[in-house]
């Protein structure tokens, strides 16, 4: 059994789509992320979703909305696509906020053409 | 909040030698320290992590030490093998109320045969 899942893996769309990755995790944990890796292979976190709340903004613009509809599960929508979004977007999640291992998905490389 | 810097961005090293990656964090209040090993095209998984009341903890072929004063930690593998090669990255976090990790730049491992 997959821990960490997400989808698609591959994701390529034109400037101006609208587009969501879906990520379920089947741990039981408490705590859920979005990192963004750059091409420079960077992971930054874009969200900490904690029990279904947000916790942590890292000031992303508000064309990506993450949605947590129950703390297995945590979705990124990203509206009219850019170009500089084009990156690998990774789902993670840990026992508690920050402070244990984080479980990453397998991640899903958005190319914006 | 936190700063994480890691060097070095590559490291090339010989079959059977031993590699060193070091880290420095900014914020004192950081007490956990784990980090990633990234293969080409796969997630990041946590190979080791060290948390403030220990100053080193080693895991057959690999350790981490922790110098809380200093602000800094480092990865030792040693008798590094091809399979070793992947980007590696430190990641420092400040507890339950920080609620993420935040991860170094990544270190290219490079092992030749």
């Known amino acids: 059994d997959t821990a960490v899942s997400q989808t698609p893996k591959y994701l390529v769309t034109q400037m101006g789509n609208d587009k969501s990755i879906k990520c379920e995790q089947n741990l039981g944990h408490d705590t859920m992320y979005w990192y963004k890796q750059d091409s420079k292979k960077f992971l930054k976190i874009m969200f900490s979703y904690n029990n279904k709340e947000l916790i942590i903004n890292e000031t992303v613009p508000n064309r990506f909305s993450p949605k947590s509809p129950d703390k297995a599960h945590l979705n990124l929508h990203i509206n009219s696509l850019e170009l500089g979004d084009s990156a690998v977007y990774f789902c993670?999640?840990?026992?508690?906020?920050?402070?244990?291992?984080?479980?990453f998905g397998q991640g899903t490389r958005l190319t914006v053409v | 909040g936190e700063n994480v810097e890691q060097h070095p961005s590559t490291l090339s090293v010989q079959e059977g030698d031993s590699a060193v990656i070091k880290c420095t964090y900014s914020?004192?209040?950081?007490?956990?320290f784990p980090w990633y090993k990234q293969e080409l095209g796969k997630r990041p998984q946590l190979i080791i992590d060290?948390?403030?009341?220990?100053g080193e903890k080693k895991d057959q072929r690999i350790a981490v030490t922790l110098n809380k004063t200093a602000k800094h930690f480092s990865l030792h593998i040693t008798e590094t093998q091809p399979e070793d090669s992947a980007v590696y990255f430190c990641?420092?976090?400040?507890?339950?109320?920080?609620?993420?990790?935040?991860f170094g730049q990544g270190t290219i491992l490079t092992v030749h045969p």
């Open positions: 914020d004192s209040a950081s007490n956990y």
């Open positions: 990641a420092a976090s400040m507890g339950p109320s920080y609620g993420k990790l935040t």
């Open positions: 993670a999640s840990s026992q508690d906020q920050g402070t244990s291992v984080a479980f």
């Open positions: 060290i948390r403030s009341n220990v």
